[in-house]
Antibody
């Protein structure tokens, strides 16, 4: 079975940094693009970033460009999201999702990030 | 950015009755490769989103056949033929035809 397990969330002060991880299992990780999404408390879903299967391609939502970096380690079957200069509006549950060409077919259970002093 | 507008915002439905959710896009979702990357997700209370329908009308693995999708271009619809208690949650349309990927604001399905 495909499994995606996020970790690394928690409480961070405004301006701080945090790295999320997404451990993948049950499929050939290196052959799929991967995405990060987020959901602010009580709000809808928002796409954050995508990375190609080899890591050669990335794209970001405008509000996180220059602050967030998506990366992957195919030898460890793990996706990452390095977040810096965090703001209160970055608070929410962060989900990783697998992408077989334009479809988000499997999602992790999410990791809560709270940016607050 | 492509704006997806879902209606209604909430839908109280009697068990066993049908439900329908509309998703209208601000521009055509036909990709240059000929595919339309319009999908429907379900998010049950307290859970992660789950893929229901991909590329307009294809049911994902394990999704009951009471769920169906239709549409083309800019207008799309998710239908539930007979609502069951486990269908309660928020439904989102989403597009991956153009960056940034975007979502509708969600439709909350409730039981009357």
């Amino acid at each position: 079975d495909v499994q995606l397990l996020e970790s690394g969330g928690g409480l961070v002060q405004p301006g701080g940094s945090m790295r999320l991880s997404c451990a993948a299992s049950g499929f050939t990780f290196r052959t799929y693009a991967m995405n990060w999404f987020r959901q602010a408390p009580g709000k809808g879903l928002e796409w954050v970033a995508v990375i190609g299967n080899t890591g050669e391609y990335t794209n970001y939502e405008d509000s996180v460009k220059g602050r967030f970096t998506i990366s992957r380690d195919n030898s460890k079957n793990t996706l990452y999201l390095q977040m810096s200069s965090l703001r209160a509006e970055d608070t929410g549950v962060y989900y990783c999702a697998r992408e077989p060409t334009g479809v988000f077919d499997h999602w992790g259970q999410g990791s809560l990030v709270t940016v607050s002093s | 950015d492509i704006v997806l507008t879902q209606t209604p915002p909430s839908s109280p439905v009697t068990l066993g009755q049908p439900a329908s959710i509309s998703c209208r896009s601000s521009e055509s979702l036909v990709h240059s490769d000929g595919n339309t990357y319009l999908h429907w997700l379900q998010q049950r209370p307290g859970q992660a989103p789950r893929l229901l329908i991909y590329k307009i009308s294809n049911r994902f693995s394990g999704v009951p056949d009471r769920f169906s999708g239709s549409g083309a271009g800019t207008d799309f619809t998710l239908k539930i033929s007979r609502v069951e208690a486990e269908d309660v949650g928020v439904y989102y349309c989403t597009q991956a035809s153009q960056f940034p990927y975007t979502f509708g604001q969600g439709t909350k399905l409730e039981i009357k």
